[in-house]
Nanobody, 124 residues
Framework: QVQLVESGGGLVQAGGSLILSCAAS????????VGWFRQAPGKDRDFVGA????????FYTDSVKGRFTISRDNAKNTAYLQMNSLKPEDTAVYYC?????????????????WGQGTQVTVSS
């Protein structure tokens, strides 16, 4: 089992920045790829980006490329989502998830573990 806990959400003005953290406990965190997803009210949970187990490879959905950066510190069992130049359309509950395969972590159904989510609200 891997337990994931997100933190760092909040209210920010458009153009501002936030850093979300995903703290892991349980089985070896460094063996899992980590994905970030978001879900706005009434919408599906969408993939935002992900990092491989080692952190050497990251990839993002087009709408956040150049604005969001994912990193991880395996010594601290934590992954991060740095969000810059935030827009009102970034408003959502943000979730981190873990999967054994990097190719799987971008798909909701293929993630093995999930955090509880943290709310990000961007005001215009």
């Amino acid at each position: 089992q891997v337990q994931l806990v997100e933190s760092g959400g909040g209210l920010v003005q458009a153009g501002g920045s936030l850093i979300l953290s995903c703290a892991a406990s349980g089985r070896t965190f460094s063996g899992y790829a980590v994905g970030w997803f978001r879900q706005a009210p009434g919408k599906d949970r969408d993939f935002v980006g992900a990092t491989s187990a080692s952190g050497s490879y990251t990839f993002y959905t087009d709408s956040v490329k150049g604005r969001f950066t994912i990193s991880r510190d395996n010594a601290k069992n934590t992954a991060y989502l740095q969000m810059n130049s935030l827009k009102p359309e970034d408003t959502a509950v943000y979730y981190c998830a873990a999967a054994l395969r990097t190719t799987s972590v971008q798909f909701v159904r293929e993630c093995d573990y999930w955090g509880q989510g943290t709310q990000v609200t961007v005001s215009s």
